[in-house]
């Protein structure tokens, strides 16, 4: 069964840098040829697209947030983490990790998503 | 910055087609993907490739891509069906994922 579990701080202070990990089970990255991306939405917003990590460990990111985001993989722990700097309340949103279809390319939807955190970010 | 935008809501009768559109510059050069979101509850994927349905996704949905145009059908709607929308395109000119503005679908 594949899985995508977030998990990170629900409640982060202003200008601190976010954490989140997604540990995930039932598919190998570089086999099943899929990329692992990250998205948020804000409370009663649309989706947002943060960034992607793909089998090949290219990395793309959100032009708007490039410069606060990192993302990476942990093949060992099958993890992947995103890391956010510079948190402001407007970071405020619910965030997932997903997964494109296997053998597909970058650029296809995302199939598979975790339940998603929260992240509040206030003082 | 590439956008994608969508009405912001589509009523529906059950049992009529109802169709959601997304509309982006040459649109129909990319493609889309459409997800369905109920309240509370991760999105799913309903359509990926213009016109692929992942298994499991009802025959119900359907896409198509033309233009500056992506459509999404749902064919003899369902109450369960009542939830947010959103497409999704891949810009290669930039190298991003896109979402679209999303489209809340009421049956009644």
């Known amino acids: 069964q594949v899985t995508l579990r977030e998990s990170g701080p629900a409640l982060v202070k202003p200008t601190q840098t976010l954490t989140l990990t997604c540990t995930f089970s039932?598919?190998?990255?570089?086999?099943?040829?899929?990329?692992l991306g990250w998205i948020r939405q804000p409370p009663g917003k649309a989706l947002e697209w943060l960034a992607l990590?793909?089998?090949?460990?290219?990395?793309y990111y959100s032009t708007s947030l490039k410069t606060r985001l990192t993302i990476s993989r942990d093949t060992s722990k099958n993890q992947l983490v995103l890391t956010m700097t510079n948190m402001n309340p407007v970071d405020t949103a619910t965030y997932y990790c997903?997964?494109?279809?296997?053998?597909?390319?970058?650029?296809?939807?995302?199939?598979?998503w975790g339940l998603g955190t929260m992240v509040t970010v206030s003082s | 910055s590439y956008e994608l935008t969508q009405p912001p809501s589509v009523s529906v009768s059950p049992g009529q087609t109802a169709r959601i559109t997304c509309s982006g510059d040459?649109?129909?050069?990319?493609?889309a993907s459409w997800y369905r979101q109920k309240p509370g509850q991760s999105p799913l994927l309903l359509i990926y490739?213009?016109?692929k349905r992942p298994s499991g996704v009802p025959e119900r949905f359907s896409g198509s891509n033309s233009g500056n145009t992506a459509t999404l059908t749902i064919t003899g709607t369902q109450t369960m069906d009542e939830a947010d929308y959103y497409c999704q395109a891949w810009d290669s000119d930039t190298a991003q994922y896109v979402f679209g503005t999303g489209t809340k679908v009421t049956v009644l």
């Open positions: 997903a997964r494109t279809p296997v053998g597909g390319a970058v650029g296809d939807g995302f199939d598979i």
């Open positions: 040459k649109l129909g050069s990319k493609y």
């Open positions: 039932g598919f190998s990255v570089s086999t099943s040829r899929v990329c």
């Open positions: 990590i793909d089998w090949d460990d290219d990395k």
């Open positions: 490739k213009d016109i």
